[in-house]
């Protein structure tokens, strides 16, 4: 059983290159979120998606754009990366508000 | 207003001795409340849940929820080198969003 799978595990762009981070659960997971992690700044929501076909912004949401692609899949787009994104990012995935998060391994992206 | 406000630390404490780390939340709609331990590099994991008024206890661990003070903490007793870690709390409301603390860095010292 592979929980949640995030790839890549390391990215460096360029500002202003594109990219996108892909998450995959096997669990039969309803929802799926994407953070960020900075130093001191502890574990912020960009994008989550409660269930298959919807989708919506958390406290972060600026300069990233989400597609829930089906029950399995959490992709997270940077259109147009900037050094302010540089950061750690995680999938997680849960059946509901009352079960643990269970997370990726995390991408460590820098954008130079 | 963070959704969910926690002291950062740094937390040192003999080995031993009894940790204690808090967090206050600001959405009364919450109503499911975690607290994860991260090493450094790694990803976060679960340490406990929480979901009604009062104590819950595994181990050398207890959860304590107030929703009258919206305040959740955790106690770790007979601390342990390995406990060492950045400590998450989270709460989740009825949107499904999970929301984190900062985090409180703690160090048990040998």
Known sequence: NAGVTQTPKFQVLKTGQSMTLQCAQDMNHNSMYWYRQDPGMGLRLIYYSASEGTTD???VPNGYNVSRLNKREFSLRLESAAPSQTSVYFCAS???IDEK???????QLSVL | QKEVEQNSGPLSVPE????????????RGSQSFFWYRQYSGKSPELIMS?????????GRFTAQLNKASQYVSLLIRDSQPSDSATYLCAGANTGNQFYFGTGTSLTVIP
Do not use: M, P, Q, V
């Open chain 2, 50 to 58: 929480i979901y009604s008024n009062g104590d819950k206890e595994d």
């Open chain 2, 16 to 27: 031993g001795a009894i940790a204690s780390l808090n967090c206050t939340y600001s959405d």
């Open chain 1, 57 to 59: 912004k958390g406290e």
């Open chain 1, 94 to 96: 849960t059946g509901s």
């Open chain 1, 101 to 107: 998060l269970f997370f990726g391994s995390g991408t």
